[in-house]
């Protein structure tokens, strides 16, 4: 038997659509998978590809008086961490950075002696300081940088001068220099003078 052109057209037809239309729904098992089964993951794992979070501090602006003089600023300065892990001997460590540091060995062997990857051990340490450090040769000391807070003009006769902008203040100069260090004395005021 011998089917017609149209029969045998019309089984090809509904080969090509039951093809397509498997593939389709294929696609949509696919589509449904990835984009609500797994959708989180491979979103985190995408974003970890471009994001990367960086923790560093922020240097501190210059304080400036009303002529633009310095009155406070950063400086660099270090900071001496420890990975105790890595540290071979924590009690003659201890006692290195006791002297060089000028601290008490104690504390520092007990920080040198944890489990931990990251121990601070000081902050702020002078240049020479660091020298020392880096002379001794101790294994799992690392030096990060920090900054901090520098006080030029810093002598005493900074009793916080936010007031002296004020015109009518600066009659009482002789206030800043007897009463704010701790001198008592007696005021008699002008009524004219406003307060």
């Not at 009155?71 to 300065?77: E, F, K, P, T």
């Not at 000028?102 to 020479?128: C, G, H, Q, V, Y």
């Not at 020298?131 to 690392?142: D, I, P, R, S």
Request: charged share 25%.
């Amino acid at each position: 038997m011998v089917l017609s052109p149209d029969k045998h057209m019309s089984r090809r037809i509904w080969a090509v659509q039951i093809l397509l239309i498997g593939g389709l729904v294929l696609l949509g098992i696919r589509a449904v998978s990835v984009q609500i089964l797994q959708g989180d993951l491979l979103s985190r794992r995408a974003e970890n590809t471009y994001v990367r979070s960086l923790t560093f501090r922020g240097y501190r602006g210059l304080i400036l008086d009303r002529n633009f003089h310095e009155l406070g600023a950063s400086i660099d300065a270090k900071s001496l961490i420890a990975d105790p892990v890595q540290v071979k001997d924590p009690r003659d460590a201890a006692k290195i950075l006791g002297k060089i540091l000028s601290m008490d060995p104690a504390p520092l062997e007990k920080r040198l002696s944890t489990n931990r990857r990251f121990a601070l051990i000081a902050r702020d340490i002078s240049p020479d300081q660091v020298q020392a450090v880096k002379q001794a040769g101790l294994t799992g000391m690392y030096f990060e940088k920090d900054f901090k807070r520098f006080y030029p003009n810093r002598d005493g006769n900074n009793y916080g001068g936010t007031l002296w902008f004020l015109p009518w203040t600066r009659r009482f100069s002789f206030l800043r220099k007897r009463l704010l260090p701790g001198q008592w004395n007696s005021i008699r005021q002008n009524p004219a003078w406003p307060l």
